[in-house]
């Protein structure tokens, strides 16, 4: 059974730091892993989406990387904004692209201005 | 991205009563949808997967009973909460991803918050 463990549960940082989100898994035969954003009472956005076979993928201030043979990502923000305050999940899928999601308990971010 | 809606945003209901919630994809055929549910502070957990015109696939645990789920247009899945109990409040995600191997990512609606008084 794939289990997603995220640390730290909760940042605060001031305005303008550089910060790592850490997602681990222990099953390694994963098809992709996905970084969402949630804000509070609200539904997922999808930031990034690593396939298996990639090792990271970079969107604006936001950078992901895969290692797969240790079951880590990270979620590299840069220069964070009071507007990145949000809760940041990773999820993993398994097998095939029919596979179901896990995910992990989530990290909330705080960026103080 | 594709756009998934979900309705209502948020509900209350009276505890016996059955609630509906629906999951639409606007702007793409939805060959499978995802149902998950989130306690306060914890992460989403998977309740169920149902594919266009077949039966749904329960989760371990979950009761294909009382959380009804149809799937039966490539645009519109429903999830109905039967008999709804206060331990049945909580906040319910859908996701919904299109026809293609390539298709690999799902995009999720904004959620219904669901309270049973």
């Known amino acids: 059974k794939q289990e997603v463990t995220q640390i730290p549960a909760a940042l605060s940082v001031p305005e303008g730091e550089n910060l790592v989100l850490n997602c681990s898994f222990t099953?390694?035969?994963?098809?992709?892993l996905q970084w969402f954003r949630q804000d509070p009472g609200k539904g997922l956005t999808s930031l990034l989406l690593?396939?298996?076979?990639?090792r990271e993928q970079t969107s604006g201030r936001l950078n992901a990387s895969l290692d797969k043979s240790s079951g880590r990502s990270t979620l590299y923000i840069a220069a964070s904004q009071p507007g990145d305050s949000a809760t940041y999940l990773c999820a993993v899928k398994v097998g095939t692209n029919a596979g179901k999601s896990t995910f992990g308990d989530g990290t909330t971010l705080t960026v103080k201005p | 991205g594709a756009v998934v809606s979900q309705h209502p945003s948020w509900v209350i209901c009276k505890s016996g009563t059955s609630v509906k919630i629906e999951c639409r994809s606007l702007?793409?055929?939805?060959?499978?949808m995802f149902w998950y549910r989130q306690f306060p502070k914890q992460s989403l957990m998977l309740m169920a997967t149902?594919?266009?015109?077949?039966?749904?696939?329960?989760e371990q645990g979950v009761e294909k009973d009382k959380f009804l789920i149809n799937h039966a247009s490539l645009t519109l899945s429903t999830l109905t909460v039967t008999s709804a109990h206060p331990e049945d409040s909580s906040f319910y995600i859908c996701s919904a991803r299109g026809r293609g191997a390539q298709n690999t990512e799902a995009f999720f609606g904004q959620g219904t918050r669901l309270t049973v008084v």
């Open positions: 702007d793409f055929q939805a060959t499978t």
């Open positions: 690593i396939q298996s076979s990639q």
């Open positions: 099953d390694s035969a994963i098809y992709n």
């Open positions: 149902s594919n266009e015109g077949s039966k749904a696939t329960y």
